[in-house]
């Protein structure tokens, strides 16, 4: 028998741009090399320098270390002002909230991420081939890991 995932037949997400992602509490935000190269241009920066004013390396499941963004003392995200100051240049994981894999592993998960967030269950209803083409977009997009020394 085939495992459908509990979201076959789609679900609902609208931001309401309260930033509940974005603040607040303390995670990661992996950057994949293309986001790099993005942030880059945007703020006129060569990978070094940006790296060292606005990332750190963090380790993955595989003890690999991996490009995130810094977080103010607050949890905030370094780029978080008002509002995001790198919006047009988001983080490809930015932009696939909540559509992650460890968010639509279960319906439980979902559940749990729609608790913070008061977007998830609301709005645009999103179908099952829209929901795997942002997991799609995640899976292909390799992570930026610093090279092994």
């Known amino acids: 028998m085939e495992n459908i995932p509990f979201y076959a037949q789609g679900l609902k997400f609208s931001c309401k741009r309260c930033s509940a992602c974005c603040r607040y509490e303390s995670g990661y935000v992996f950057l994949s090399n293309s986001d790099l190269k993005k942030l880059t241009m945007l703020t006129d920066m060569d990978n070094k320098t940006f790296i060292g004013s606005y990332c750190r390396w963090v380790l993955d499941r595989k003890g690999k270390q991996v490009l995130s963004l810094r977080e103010k003392q607050n949890k905030d995200c370094i780029f978080w002002e008002s509002e995001c100051m790198i919006y047009e ?17 279960s319906e439980y998960n979902w559940d749990a ?37």
């Open 89 to 105: 240049a988001r983080p490809l994981q930015c932009v696939t909230f909540p559509f992650w894999d460890s968010i639509l592993s």
């Open 113 to 149: 991420a729609a608790s913070g967030c008061p977007g998830i269950n609301t709005g645009k209803l999103y179908g099952n081939a829209e929901i795997e083409q942002f997991l799609q977009m995640r899976a292909s997009e390799p992570l930026y890991y610093r090279e092994e020394q």
